[in-house]
């Protein structure tokens, strides 16, 4: 009866012991670290160039980087453009992911501000926005031109997203993540971010 009592415990042990070990890897899963080196123009991929160039006219403050994170590598092209500032993200294919446009809290719709501050305010005990952009992904939309357009326009679409830097105190310490959120304000993921100590502009 003993040694019964004792192989089921053991059973019990491995079974908990393997719940917290998957647990651990969903969680560090949800981690991506990211590094964003600034890199000359001769550097950026020439076929990403060649398709965001038709829209680089009479921008300012033109600058090129390379994303590098835990599971693959990017490249983005930054700029202003009538007071506004952009970012234009291409993946290691040459292929356009999206173009972002920096806003502040009155550029969104007030319901799907509160929506987004409701899970801040559940998330963190206290936090603080840094930086909020407008994103419109080339998957949501016909053409790279059309992507481009909707940006420019600053329209509000249901395809948009919006990507939230954020400053928040978790159980024990301070750390910034990078949230997204739909057009709704409705939580799509989310990921820990390096603090600004290398060669990264924040627009």
């Given amino acids: 009866m003993i040694m019964k009592l004792s192989v089921l415990g053991m059973m019990k042990y491995r079974a908990v012991s393997l719940l917290a070990m998957l647990f651990c890897c969903s969680l560090s899963a949800q981690v991506k670290y990211e590094r964003e080196f600034r890199i000359k123009k ?5 076929a990403s160039l060649k398709l965001a160039e038709p829209f680089l006219d009479g921008v ?4 090129f980087y390379k994303e590098i994170d835990s599971s693959r590598q990017t490249y983005e092209i930054k700029f202003k453009r009538d007071r506004l500032k952009y970012s234009v993200e291409f993946n ?3 292929a356009l992911e999206d173009v972002e446009v920096s806003i502040t809290e009155v550029d969104i719709p007030e319901a799907s501000f509160q929506a987004m501050t409701a899970y801040l305010k559940e998330q963190f005990s206290k ?3 840094r930086k909020i952009q407008q994103q419109y992904p080339r998957s949501a939309f016909a053409s ?4 481009f357009r909707n940006t420019f326009q600053n329209l509000i679409l249901p395809e948009i997203r919006y990507e939230i830097l954020v400053h928040a105190k978790t159980t024990e310490e301070y750390m910034d993540f990078e949230i997204l959120f739909d057009a709704e304000g409705q939580f799509l993921k989310q990921r820990k971010s390096l603090p600004p100590n290398y060669d ?4």
């Fill in 200 to 203: 990264h502009v924040l627009y």
């Fill in 144 to 147: 790279t031109e059309e992507t």
């Fill in 92 to 94: 290691d294919k040459d």
């Fill in 127 to 129: 936090y603080k926005i």
């Fill in 60 to 63: 300012r403050k033109l600058r």
């Fill in 42 to 46: 001769s550097q950026f991929p020439e």
